[in-house]
């Protein structure tokens, strides 16, 4: 990937299948109906092929060792052991769904071994403790939000290959500002609804909401060209853990209305939710109103996976800051992304109100626990509701085929200033910044 590229061939992928596995193989066909409503999607798959399962991290023995023995100093063994137990495959796996261990991602001081992330965060939030502060919807810094670390700069060598030689520059192409019209989306009803155990999964599922191509492209060119975009990192004090975040995130919104606080209140000054999203905001407002929901969203995370090297590892947007039911409306953009959810517990067996601010995990295997599979390509749009968040985890897995970016927006309601102050935190941090250039990012700062 060494050639320079435009933004229309940087998405080139757009709308294409992009997994580099046979997951979507594994989907079944139980997909059952809701009274009254619109097709339902994914699959349950409460018996994944375990030798087929694309969780599987692999790792070798001897890092296993070193993992397992740095874990237990740090963590404590039964913690620890019962992580590594889950996830690694069995023998039988294959080389090809063999993961990198992303150097970048996470490291340890002692030994020098480096793990795959999602073993490491899921060791490490183990430990949360119900005194710790609210983290962000992002795994990785939920750890770190624990310790109310400072955030820095990441290091050079948080970034993709792709990007280690690049020149570093503060400018970048802004296009025009997008604007929309109704034709530019699917009708409503082309909605599918994810339903499942009566309620414990609710989700709305429209695959193609912007239904324009140019709607879509004038959107995703803006976004990347015009935002300001952050690769958080932090250190957990105390230790030598460095968790950087694996993906370029940026977060806008504040509390509004009379009883709102001073921005002069938030930690770092939040930013307004600029005019184009806004106005997909309302418009996500707008249909769920036609629909008996009343939700109004005002704050937006956006990430930005360069390559299927960049992630999100299973968590849930169930901070105590987001309320008893979240409603998270997820909009998509560029490359096409398998997005996995999973319930923390299994089938039959009831999920335990979180205890933490910060919300709660997953519990025992995941063999066990029901599992939906969607892919989320250009203009889709995943509204998640009801107890979706109590009780299942999300995540975009890496995928090594995956050569394109993707834009992720998701609209959130926050119901404190502490929320704010999370989102922007643990998206933005106050380390360096970057820039698109018109083929690629470049530290810089300047951006929306
Ligand atoms: O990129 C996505 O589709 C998911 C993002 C997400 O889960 C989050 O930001 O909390
Ligand atoms: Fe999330």
Same mark, same amino acid.
């Given at each position: 990937?060494?050639?320079?590229?435009?933004?229309?061939?940087?998405?080139?992928?757009?709308?294409?299948?992009?997994?580099?596995?046979?997951?979507?193989?594994?989907?079944?066909?139980?997909?059952?109906?809701?009274?009254?409503?619109?097709?339902?999607?994914?699959?349950?798959?409460?018996?994944?092929?375990?030798?087929?399962?694309?969780?599987?991290?692999?790792?070798?023995?001897?890092?296993?060792?070193?993992?397992?023995?740095?874990?237990?100093?740090?963590?404590?063994?039964?913690?620890?052991?019962?992580?590594?137990?889950?996830?690694?495959?069995? !023998?039988?796996?294959? *080389?090809?769904?063999?993961? %990198?261990?992303?150097?970048? $991602?996470?490291? /340890?001081?002692? +030994? #020098?071994?480096?793990?795959?992330?999602?073993?490491?965060?899921?060791?490490?939030?183990?430990?949360?403790?119900?005194?710790?502060?609210?983290?962000?919807?992002?795994?990785?810094?939920?750890?770190?939000?624990?310790?109310?670390?400072?955030?820095?700069?990441?290091?050079?060598?948080?970034?993709?290959?792709?990007?280690?030689?690049?020149?570093?520059?503060?400018?970048?192409?802004?296009?025009?500002?997008?604007?929309?019209?109704?034709?530019?989306?699917? !009708?409503?009803?082309? *909605?599918?609804?994810?339903? %499942?155990?009566?309620?414990? $999964?609710?989700? /709305?599922?429209? +695959? #193609?909401?912007?239904?324009?191509?140019?709607?879509?492209?004038?959107?995703?060119?803006?976004?990347?060209?015009?935002?300001?975009?952050?690769?958080?990192?932090?250190?957990?004090?105390?230790?030598?853990?460095?968790?950087?975040?694996?993906?370029?995130?940026?977060?806008?919104?504040?509390?509004?209305?009379?009883?709102?606080?001073?921005?002069?209140?938030?930690?770092?000054?939040?930013?307004?939710?600029?005019?184009?999203?806004?106005?997909?905001?309302?418009?996500?407002?707008?249909?769920?109103?036609?629909?008996?929901?009343?939700?109004?969203?005002?704050?937006?995370?956006?990430?930005?996976?360069?390559?299927?090297?960049?992630?999100?590892?299973?968590?849930?947007?169930?901070?105590?800051?987001?309320?008893?039911?979240?409603?998270?409306?997820?909009?998509?953009?560029?490359?096409?992304?398998?997005?996995?959810?999973?319930?923390?517990?299994?089938?039959?067996?009831?999920?335990?109100?979180?205890?933490?601010?910060?919300?709660?995990?997953?519990?025992?295997?995941?063999?066990?626990?029901?599992?939906?599979?969607?892919?989320?390509?250009?203009?889709?749009?995943?509204?998640?509701?009801?107890?979706?968040?109590?009780?299942?985890?999300?995540?975009?897995?890496?995928?090594?085929?995956?050569?394109?970016?993707?834009?992720?927006?998701?609209?959130?309601?926050?119901?404190?200033?502490?929320?704010?102050?999370?989102?922007?935190?643990?998206?933005?941090?106050?380390?360096?910044?970057?820039?698109?250039?018109?083929?690629?990012?470049?530290?810089?700062?300047?951006?929306?």
């Amino acid at each position: 990937m060494t050639a320079k590229r435009s933004l229309d061939s940087f998405f080139s992928s757009q709308g294409q299948g992009s997994s580099d596995h046979s997951a979507k193989d594994e989907r079944s066909t139980d997909a059952r109906k809701r009274p009254g409503s619109a097709k339902v999607v994914g699959a349950r798959i409460t018996q994944p092929n375990a030798a087929s399962s694309v969780q599987s991290q692999w790792m070798p023995a001897d890092e296993r060792r070193q993992l397992e023995l740095a874990l237990k100093l740090s963590l404590g063994s039964v913690e620890a052991s019962g992580v590594i137990k889950e996830e690694l495959p069995p !023998p039988s796996a294959s *080389v090809r769904e063999r993961q %990198r261990i992303p150097e970048e $991602l996470v490291s /340890l001081s002692k +030994p #020098s071994a480096t793990i795959a992330p999602s073993i490491l965060t899921k060791a490490l939030t183990a430990e949360e403790s119900p005194s710790g502060k609210p983290s962000s919807d992002d795994s990785e810094s939920k750890v770190a939000a624990l310790q109310d670390p400072q955030p820095q700069a990441p290091p050079k060598r948080s970034l993709a290959p792709m990007f280690s030689s690049l020149p570093h520059s503060s400018k970048a192409a802004q296009g025009p500002q997008p604007t929309f019209d109704d034709t530019d989306f699917a !009708p409503t009803d082309k *909605v599918q609804v994810l339903n %499942r155990f009566s309620g414990s $999964l609710d989700c /709305l599922f429209y +695959p #193609s909401w912007i239904s324009s191509v140019p709607a879509r492209k004038g959107l995703r060119d803006w976004m990347l060209s015009s935002l300001q975009w952050h690769r958080v990192c932090y250190t957990r004090p105390g230790t030598t853990f460095k968790i950087n975040t694996p993906r370029f995130t940026t977060t806008f919104g504040m509390l509004t209305g009379p009883q709102a606080p001073p921005l002069t209140s938030y930690k770092i000054r939040p930013k307004e939710i600029p005019g184009p999203l806004r106005e997909l905001k309302e418009r996500i407002e707008a249909m769920q109103s036609t629909g008996g929901v009343d939700v109004t969203y005002n704050a937006a995370i956006v990430n930005f996976y360069a390559t299927g090297e960049d992630s999100i590892s299973y968590h849930a947007d169930d901070e105590a800051f987001l309320g008893p039911e979240p409603n998270i409306a997820s909009l998509s953009l560029g490359a096409t992304r398998d997005f996995y959810l999973r319930r923390k517990q299994p089938e039959g067996v009831p999920v335990a109100p979180a205890t933490s601010p910060s919300g709660s995990k997953g519990v025992g295997s995941a063999k066990d626990r029901p599992m939906e599979k969607l892919q989320l390509s250009e203009g889709a749009l995943l509204i998640m509701r009801g107890k979706t968040q109590a009780e299942w985890e999300h995540s975009i897995p890496k995928r090594k085929g995956v050569k394109e970016g993707r834009i992720n927006i998701t609209f959130r309601k926050a119901i404190d200033r502490k929320a704010i102050d999370n989102f922007t935190r643990y998206n933005r941090g106050d380390g360096g910044g970057y820039r698109w250039n018109g083929s690629r990012m470049v530290e810089g700062t300047g951006g929306i």
